[in-house]
């Protein structure tokens, strides 16, 4: 079983929670990307049903062949995530702007590191030999449980933003690698 089976499919998911943004008027810049992270970072506390339902197609197969239920799956890691969205610095003539989130949520580098130690553990102390479905469903209740376990910590990120030639204002690529760090430590 590969250790992180699990990892990109939620990955996938709240890194694609980064919208483009529109300067357009009454609004500054540094109140957009606030409102655009805010928006972005609610849904994904709150565990909305555009988040969990992203999360179930993204993760194919996957959950069903572990027998978890990706919907609770998703509340489990969540449990405890949180964000506080701290300075936003926009410089206009330069079209960059960047803005600080710390974000609190488990570290999926931790469940990976205790799910395959814990897994180990449990095949090497069986009896018998299970079958391959047996197999995946105890994996599948090793990751819950050592999900369920993990605490969240606490990690700062710094969101990069540009303006296009139209006054749009949009995150940088460099926000998948930026949101997939914070959840990796």
């Known amino acids: 079983m590969k250790k992180k089976l699990l990892l990109a499919p939620l990955m996938a998911v709240l890194v694609a929670c980064v919208v483009v943004l529109s300067g357009c008027g009454a609004p500054s810049v540094e109140e ?10 609610d849904e994904v506390k709150n565990g909305g049903d555009d988040f969990l339902s992203g999360l179930e197609e993204a993760s ?18 969540l449990e405890g995530f949180d964000y506080k969205i701290g ?12 803005a600080e989130v710390s974000i609190t949520c488990k570290s999926m580098n931790k469940i990976v590191e205790d799910f395959s130690t814990q897994y180990q553990e449990k095949v090497a102390a069986l009896d018998t030999v299970p079958s391959d479905d047996e197999l995946y469903k105890m994996a599948g ?3 819950v ?4 376990a993990t605490e969240p910590r606490k990690t700062t ?3 990069k933003y540009t303006c296009n030639d139209d ?3 949009s995150a940088d690529d460099s ?8 959840m990796l430590s």
Do not use: C, H, R
């Open 87 to 98: 300075d936003v610095t926009v410089d206009e003539d330069k079209g960059v702007a960047t």
């Open 141 to 143: 209740q090793v990751m």
């Open 167 to 169: 006054g749009e204002w």
């Open 32 to 41: 957009l990307i606030t409102e655009d992270l805010t928006t972005q970072f």
């Open 145 to 148: 449980d050592v999900t369920k």
């Open 60 to 77: 194919g197969d996957e959950f069903e062949q572990l027998g978890i239920d990706p919907k609770e799956y998703a509340k489990t890691y």
């Open 157 to 159: 990120v710094i969101f």
């Open 175 to 182: 926000v998948n690698s930026e949101m997939m760090d914070a």
